[in-house]
């Protein structure tokens, strides 16, 4: 019996693994086509996520593009959060973040373009 629901157990874990996506979130803002992406399913530690910046469908190269994700506080946890300044390799900019727990990970993304204005993009990923 123990090894039936051992079977069945590693059954789920590999259907997970097989399955497991990464992010993959898109939007706009002030008339910028934002991409948020990531290669990997999004997991405890060091990750590295992707985000690609358009207007009228050309990349943007010449942004300053920044990220901080944080987890508010709650009872027995305090307020956690990570930052990190793109660097920009080809059309997408890299950003490598360490997440140290597992759940809802709220995030501001903010770039900067040429005509100094900050566009702020907000929303959230699961761990």
Request: proline share 2%; net charge neutral.
């Amino acid at each position: 019996m123990k090894s039936f629901f051992k079977l069945i157990f590693a059954g789920f874990l590999l259907t997970g693994l097989l399955f497991a996506n990464g992010i993959d979130q898109n939007g706009s803002k002030d008339g910028y086509d934002i991409e948020l992406k990531s290669d990997k399913t999004l997991v405890v530690g060091t990750n590295d996520i992707y985000v690609k910046l358009a207007k009228d469908g050309e990349y943007l190269t010449n942004a300053k593009v920044k990220i901080k994700f944080f987890m508010p506080e709650m009872p027995g946890m305090p307020y956690m959060e990570y930052e990190d300044k793109a660097k920009l390799v080809g059309d997408k900019y890299i950003l490598n973040i360490n997440f140290t727990m597992g759940g809802t990970w709220q995030y501001q993304l903010k770039f900067k373009t040429a005509d100094d204005i900050v566009h702020t993009v907000r929303g959230s990923v699961n761990l």
